[in-house]
């Protein structure tokens, strides 16, 4: 598989779009074990292997586990490895990801409004839809792990 253009190189402008994002999730109240489970599952819908990577590994340096990891791909299924929320935020990651479906409905959004604030609903919508801007560019211009 032929490398692609480094949008960073040709669209700086883009890319700094897109980390100003970043900024402000970085500053967001939702836990960072909460962002990564939400970058990894996204990746994983999406078959990013470059964020894949990326983020799993971010995910073990801010403490969690191997097998919540490895269980990740099939959440639903592993009972009592991840808590309401994080089973609330997951669906949220697959409904938003895969938005040409139903998009996140009204169950889900009902879910995440009786356990998280307003302000957590847009971060978490934000962290969702930006994981996913990120996994379209590494898939389009062909990025793989470790670069």
């Known amino acids: 598989m032929e ?3 480094n949008i960073n190189t040709v669209a700086p402008q883009a890319y ?6 970043e ?6 109240e939702i836990s960072k074990k909460l962002k990564e489970l939400i970058k ?10 470059f964020c894949i990577n990326m983020h799993t590994k971010d995910a073990l340096k801010n403490g ?22 994080e089973q609330i935020v997951l669906a949220m990651t697959e409904e938003i990801t895969l938005i040409n479906k139903e998009g996140l409905t009204d169950d889900t959004y009902d879910k995440a409004s009786a356990v998280f604030s307003e302000n957590q609903i847009a971060e978490i919508i934000t962290a969702i839809a930006t ?16 670069e």
Not at 16 to 21: D, E, H, Q, R, V
Not at 40 to 49: D, F, K, T
Not at 131 to 146: E, H, L, Y
């Open 40 to 49: 990894i599952r996204a990746s994983q819908i999406n078959g990013c292997a």
């Open 64 to 85: 969690e586990t191997d097998q919540r990891i490895f269980l990740l791909n099939a959440w639903r299924e592993a009972l009592g490895f991840f808590t309401e929320e």
């Open 23 to 28: 900024g402000y999730l970085a500053k967001a």
């Open 3 to 5: 490398k692609r253009i």
């Open 131 to 146: 994981i996913n801007v990120w996994n379209r560019i590494a898939i389009s211009t062909r990025m793989q792990p470790g």
């Open 16 to 21: 700094k779009a897109i980390f100003a994002l």
